[in-house]
């Protein structure tokens, strides 16, 4: 099993920028492929990016494509989102979540473990 706790978080204006981490417990966080999803108010959780276990490949949702970025350091179990150019549509609580399994994909149900989410507000 895995643990994920997310910080960073926060209120921020529109244009600016906030780095999400995602600090992993346990040994393996190197075999996991890591996801960044978001859940507004009254609407599904959503994908916003992936990282693959060794780091190599990352994927993104359109609506972020050019202004996020993720990345992880293995050595420190942690997994980064970096939000530039932020939009008050991107006011969610975002989750990080762990796969096991290596074939990308978007659907949250494809994800094995969760943390407790960070709370994001763009104020306009």
């Known amino acids: 099993q895995v643990q994920l706790v997310e910080s960073g978080g926060g209120l921020v204006q529109a244009g600016g920028s906030l780095r999400l981490s995602c600090a992993a417990s346990?040994?393996?966080?190197?075999?996991?492929?890591m996801g960044w999803f978001r859940q507004a108010p009254g609407k599904e959780r959503e994908f916003v990016a992936r990282i693959s276990a060794s780091g190599g490949r990352t994927y993104y949702a359109d609506s972020v494509k050019g202004r996020f970025g993720i990345s992880r350091v293995n050595a420190k179990n942690t997994v980064y989102l970096q939000m530039n150019s932020l939009k008050p549509e991107d006011t969610a609580v975002y989750y990080c979540?762990?796969?096991?399994?290596?074939?990308?994909?978007?659907?949250?149900?494809?994800?094995?473990?969760w943390g407790q989410g960070t709370q994001v507000t763009v104020a306009s």
């Open positions: 979540a762990a796969d096991e399994g290596a074939t990308p994909g978007v659907s949250p149900t494809k994800y094995d473990y």
């Open positions: 346990g040994r393996s966080f190197s075999r996991y492929a």
